[in-house]
């Protein structure tokens, strides 16, 4: 049974350019989380996505960060225009419920030049 | 407002050298705690979660413990492998989890 899957693992893009960011869930699961990291520090909550539904997006900017989990295929994280500030670890986590436990992907490294 | 706080930040044991870490919270309508574990360069990894005062979770040399107003997890005879950073998120009433920005643990043989 293959855990969360995320590719790109690393991703370089030059400022002005668009990232996209793939999410694969567990088998069975259906509800999926967003987070980003910088070095040295926590977790910070983006998104939490189920199927064709944004559920919470508190964490999110407002600006060029958008999250979408469709009915077929994996969850896609896209950030347009990017800045040298996007530049962080992405991580994605999934569950079979709300309340369940969340299990993380391998994350995707994003540079941005 | 919800708030988790870890520490300390950082802990250097020797191998064999027991200690505990830390994790604080205020949050309303406790859901669950949750202890994750992270290697540089990869993902959490999931330990345990506790859901009620008074539970205890046991794996290997960890063992994490939960009180109404803090979780602890005791690390017994470590080993250098044991070293990451542990990570610690209660979740709220609404299912969000709330994380604390870790300690990171390093264990030398």
């Known amino acids: 049974n293959a855990g969360v899957m995320q590719n790109p693992r690393h991703l370089v893009r030059r400022r002005g350019q668009e990232a996209r960011l793939r999410c694969s869930p567990m088998?069975?699961?259906?509800?999926v989380y967003w987070y980003r990291q910088l070095p040295e520090e926590g977790l910070k909550f983006m998104v939490y996505?189920?199927?064709?539904?944004?559920?919470?997006e508190s964490g999110m900017p407002k600006e060029r960060f958008s999250a979408e989990f469709p009915k077929e295929g994996p969850s896609i994280l896209r950030i347009q225009q990017v800045v040298r500030g996007d530049s962080a670890a992405y991580f994605c986590?999934?569950?079979?419920?709300?309340?369940?436990?969340?299990?993380f992907g391998p994350g995707t490294r994003l540079l941005v030049l | 407002e919800d708030q988790v706080t870890q520490s300390p930040e950082a802990l250097r044991l020797q191998e064999g050298e027991s200690s505990s870490l830390n994790c604080s919270y205020t949050?309303?309508?406790?859901?669950?705690l949750f202890w994750y574990r992270q290697d540089p360069g990869k993902g959490p990894e999931f330990l345990f979660t506790l859901y009620s005062a008074g539970e205890e979770k046991e794996k290997e040399r960890l063992k994490a413990t939960l009180t109404k107003k803090e979780s602890f997890l005791h690390i017994t005879a470590p080993k250098p492998e044991d070293s990451a950073t542990y990570l610690c998120a209660v979740q709220d009433s609404n299912y969000q989890l709330i994380w604390g920005a870790g300690t990171k643990l390093i264990i030398k043989p």
């Open positions: 949050v309303s309508g406790l859901r669950g």
């Open positions: 088998k069975g699961h259906s509800h």
């Open positions: 996505l189920q199927k064709e539904n944004i559920i919470d």
């Open positions: 986590a999934s569950s079979r419920s709300a309340q369940e436990t969340q299990y």
